[in-house]
């Protein structure tokens, strides 16, 4: 053998190595926490150890989304807050905005889409809790954080000066009469009261918003408050829980080039809590540690970006896959609440005095122009209701989270023996294990926003001290991907899920069967292996092996029906189910008509349930490079096709009893049920053009701002758009819930109807989509919109993604609306 070959053949067997990572138990759990009042009247209990949250003394790992109430109309809150609900919403978080409520020192607004107390009941009726954030100071690309600009001419502003405090006294007690009889200790769902927001003063000015809070009323489970930025002297242990967040990237730099900083660390696995990317053009870069007592608090968040808005001077383009990949990171990095800012998207309200949006101009120091009215974040549900991508990967992590969220709640997190070097080591897996020493659940991402990180061959993964290597041979994890597998999974009955190759989403247990749904892992064989104790035969299997007491199914296939059936030694069944990726991304959970139960939907259908009805909503699917296109196969469904003369969707359910089915008698576990409802349709608008852009204005740099950015264009600067006219059709239904989707490139459009202004958007490559049915009073004197488009300039001062930028236009400007359809979102219920 030649010495040229020796580093060779060291590299390849170094890479057919297994993957290996040592377990370890987790510490016993720590509690001792000064929180409120944790039994409603009913006598459950909401508290929380060093691990986790307690329902009723027992592990719980609730989801919570992010919506703001005051933007976004009242009477659109109930069917919005059901769809957070059916997205696997648990507590929705909201922020009271009090420039919203107190714009004129004295003159409080509290009607209309400003009614926290009917937004609260309303999301009671939905079936979700509510984490009320309090401020004073929010943030939320708000004017001056949501201070009302006469409490920032009066200064001191964030401190404990008695003049201010004063105010914010009146501020809470305002807040405390909106939830009176809605708190939990009354029997309310409001579970906990944020204080402030990216707070770095001394702690001494938490306390005592927690005092004013608690006297003001506000007594609830939980306090909180946003773990970043560091504190300046340190809080009391137990007083308010610090919550954490990730973003993939951020409008807020101030550099115009991708991903700058650290936000590569949010795709790296680490029990480093803290993210020191998130506000840094106020918090400045800073190091990134965790507080010293950090481990006696549960790892909880409420800002994993759910999406992520555009600056005028950063244009930032949301990919799904980047959501889903940090939401798992996270839980693979310990965390075991996940909580999403946004999660719904909204449209700003416009003041009296002001726009009320955040501004480089405004008195009280601001780093970025944001659009006046739009707020729709890319969010999983944005600000007209449209449902993306990101909703469904994401709900379909929630769906174990509600299922398998005890068990992961007890566990500790063990990072693997060989760990990525850096940011530029693209080359060794992400991975980590969690796990009670013995059982646990291993995560893996493959995904990094902005960079492709190549396919690893040849792994296999080792759980010492366990001895377990899984699987039984080596697979390829494919570019892109990102999911959790389990190990030594207690099924009940006596029966162990020693590894899946597959990720667990959900069971249901009727008594007599206990029935695991997983979803295939794209690119890599399903294999489930079963230790052989409590099993005393197989029903139904594919190809079995049996090596050391152990039953190994290999490569099975996704279909929507039994894909192994264990018979137990107490005379019980256990039955998986594999669903392919497509289908996964389309099963659903709800108690409907007595008792829970799944759904799979046709394409990218949304499911809600209310009360005691089953509303189904033909989405449209979108267009971009983010849309993801579910085939209903005919090897997935059983071959079965339901057809009608009248339009008809697909809708499965399991188990189907008391339930009106299509009639068909099929061995099969989901049943069709029938349902008749329009498809969601496309159509064509006419544009008509009525104004060709003037000269590009000259971009300078905001004022007020000690690290300016390129500023916004003001009203006047609209005088040299490019303008066009769209009528709508005249036999519009809007019951249909339509959007109006443009097409467009250009710097920023506005949309009008007649002189109103209903809509802005700072290009980023996305089409601009506008619900219409908001809108129906407006359009009755005519059914016309115009469309306002300045001219977006090649070099400009403004950093846009590659789907955004010019290419193809030899050095001019370009403002264009190159097309204009309507897309119709009809809905039943059943």
């Known amino acids: 053998m030649t010495r040229a070959l020796l580093p060779l053949l060291a590299a390849t067997s170094l890479a057919a190595a297994p993957l290996s990572v040592t377990l370890v138990p987790p510490a016993a759990p720590e509690i001792g926490f000064n ?18 949250l307690l329902r009723d003394g027992r592990p719980w790992t609730p989801v919570m989304g992010e919506f703001h109430y005051s933007r976004y109309p009242t009477a659109e809150w109930r069917e919005e807050l059901l769809k957070m609900k059916a997205g696997g919403i648990d507590i929705v978080a909201t922020y009271v905005f009090w420039i919203h409520h107190e714009e004129t020192e004295g003159d409080w607004n509290w009607a209309g889409n400003h009614d926290l107390r009917r937004f609260v009941e309303t999301a009671k009726e939905a079936g979700l809790h509510v984490i009320v954030r309090c401020g004073p100071w929010c943030h939320g690309e708000v004017r001056n954080g949501g201070l009302p600009d006469w409490i920032v001419a009066r200064g001191q502003a964030r401190t404990d000066d008695p003049a201010y405090l004063a105010s914010a006294t009146k501020l809470y007690r305002q807040i405390a009469a909106q939830l009176r009889g809605l708190l939990w200790k009354d029997g309310g769902p409001v579970i906990g009261i944020q204080l402030e927001n990216e707070y770095r003063g001394p702690a001494e000015h938490l306390l005592t918003l927690k005092r004013i809070a608690r006297e003001a009323g506000l007594d609830t489970p939980l306090y ?6 560091e504190l300046k002297t340190p809080l009391p242990f137990g007083e308010i829980l610090p919550l954490y967040g990730v973003y993939a990237e951020g409008f807020w730099d101030r550099e115009l080039t991708a991903m700058p900083g650290n936000y590569w660390a949010g795709f790296h696995f680490s029990t480093l809590r803290s993210d020191a990317n998130i506000a840094n053009e106020a918090l400045g870069r800073r190091e990134t540690r965790d507080a010293a007592d950090i481990a006696r608090y549960p790892y909880l968040t409420c800002e994993i970006g759910g999406g992520m808005m555009s600056a005028y001077h950063r244009r930032i383009l949301v990919d799904p896959l980047d959501i889903e990949s940090t939401t798992l990171i996270k839980l693979g990095s310990g965390s075991t609440s996940p909580g999403y800012y946004m999660y719904h998207g909204g449209t700003n309200p416009v003041g009296r005095l002001s726009t009320l949006m955040e501004d480089q101009a405004t008195a009280m ?6 659009p006046v009215l739009n707020y729709d974040f890319q969010a999983p549900l944005g600000q007209y209701g449209q449902v993306r991508p990101h909703y469904h990967r994401l709900r379909r992590l929630h769906l174990f989270l509600h299922s398998f969220g005890a068990a992961l709640a007890r566990t500790a997190v063990a990072l693997p023996n060989q760990r990525p070097a850096g940011r530029d080591d693209l080359a060794t897996l992400r991975w980590s294990a969690r796990s009670d020493g013995h059982r646990g659940f291993l995560f893996v991402s493959n995904h990094e926003r902005g960079r492709t990180l190549p396919p690893k061959a040849d792994v296999q993964f080792t759980l010492a001290p366990l001895g377990l290597t899984f699987p039984a041979q080596p697979i390829t994890v494919p570019t892109g991907a990102a999911f959790l597998w389990p190990f030594n999974l207690d099924l009940g009955h006596g029966v162990t899920l020693a590894y899946a190759t597959a990720q667990p989403l959900t069971v249901l247990d009727d008594g007599a069967t206990r029935t695991f749904v997983f979803a295939e892992t794209p690119g890599i064989p399903a294999e489930f292996a079963f230790e052989g104790k409590g099993i005393a035969g197989t029903i139904q299997h594919r190809a079995c092996q049996m090596p050391e007491d152990r039953r190994v199914f290999s490569d099975v296939k996704p279909l929507a029906d039994t894909a192994i059936s ?3 030694t107490d005379d019980h069944e256990i039955q998986i189910v594999l669903l392919s990726d497509a289908d996964s991304l389309a099963l659903w959970r709800g108690r409907y ?20 009805h089953l509303r189904i909503t033909a989405e449209p699917r979108s267009e971009t490079r983010q849309s993801f296109d579910r085939a209903v196969s005919n090897e997935s469904l059983g071959g079965f096709r339901y057809t009608n003369a009248e339009p008809s969707r697909l809708l499965f359910a399991f188990p189907s009893d008391g339930l009106e089915i299509n009639g068909l008698n099929r061995p099969q576990l989901f049943e069709p049920l029938a349902v008749t409802l329009p498809t969601a349709t496309t159509t064509s608008v006419a544009i008509e053009p009525l104004r060709p852009a003037g000269p590009p204005r000259t971009i300078g740099l905001g004022r007020n701002c000690p690290t300016p950015v390129a500023a916004a264009p003001r009203d006047a600067d609209f005088a040299a758009a490019a303008v066009w006219r769209i009528k709508l059709p005249a036999n519009l239904d809007l019951s249909a819930n339509p959007l109006l989707r443009l097409h467009y490139r250009g710097d920023v459009a506005r949309v009008k109807i007649g002189d109103t202004f209903i809509m802005d958007d700072f290009y980023n490559g996305e089409p601009l989509e506008i619900g219409l049915a908001r809108h129906a009073d407006s359009l009755k004197t005519g059914g016309e919109l115009t469309v306002e488009i300045l001219s977006l300039q090649r070099g400009a001062p403004i950093f846009l993604p590659p789907a955004a930028q010019l290419r193809d236009t030899d050095g001019a400007a370009v403002a264009e609306l190159s097309a204009a359809e309507i897309i119709t979102r009809p809905s039943r219920n059943l």
């Open 365 to 370: 120091t601001f780093w970025n122009d944001m």
């Open 593 to 612: 008509r007595g008792r829970e139960r799944l759904f799979l939907t046709e394409g990218t259908d949304t499911l809600a349930v209310d009360g005691d």
């Open 224 to 229: 909180t408050r946003t773990g970043w930025p």
């Open 35 to 52: 929180l409120g009042t944790a039994a409603n009247p009913a006598g459950a209990t909401i508290t929380a150890d060093s691990q986790c």
């Open 566 to 568: 264990l018979r137990t």
